[in-house]
Nanobody, 127 residues
């Protein structure tokens, strides 16, 4: 069974940091671009960041540029999202998703463009 699993979410104060992880079971991630998306209550799911299959290309939403960093460790079948300087507006459920793009990734596509999705991890930024 092909599955993505997110971890690392939690409650953090404004200005704090979290690192999310996305791991795969049933398949290896090294052939897949990975995207991070988030959905806040009452809002549509939006793209946050993505990374190409080999890490050579990354993209970020304007709202997180300079604060979030995406990376991947294909040897450990894991993609990370380092989130610094967190704001209350970053509060959401964060999802990772995989698509078999080659040397490319995008978060400005329909959600259906991604083939596999995790169940999400809650991130709450609050004092």
């Amino acid at each position: 069974q092909l599955q993505l699993v997110e971890s690392g979410g939690g409650l953090v104060q404004p200005g704090g940091s979290l690192r999310l992880s996305c791991t795969a079971s049933g398949f290896t991630l090294d052939s897949y671009a990975i995207g991070w998306f988030r959905q806040a209550p009452g809002k549509e799911r939006e793209g946050v960041s993505c990374i190409s299959h080999n890490g050579g290309s990354t993209n970020y939403a304007d709202s997180v540029k300079g604060r979030f960093t995406i990376s991947r460790d294909n040897a450990n079948n894991t993609v990370y999202l380092q989130m610094n300087s967190l704001k209350p507006d970053d509060t959401a459920v964060y999802y990772c998703a995989a698509r078999a793009w080659n040397n490319f990734c995008s978060i400005n596509v329909r959600l259906e463009a991604y083939d596999y999705w995790g169940q999400g991890t809650q991130v709450t930024v609050s004092s």
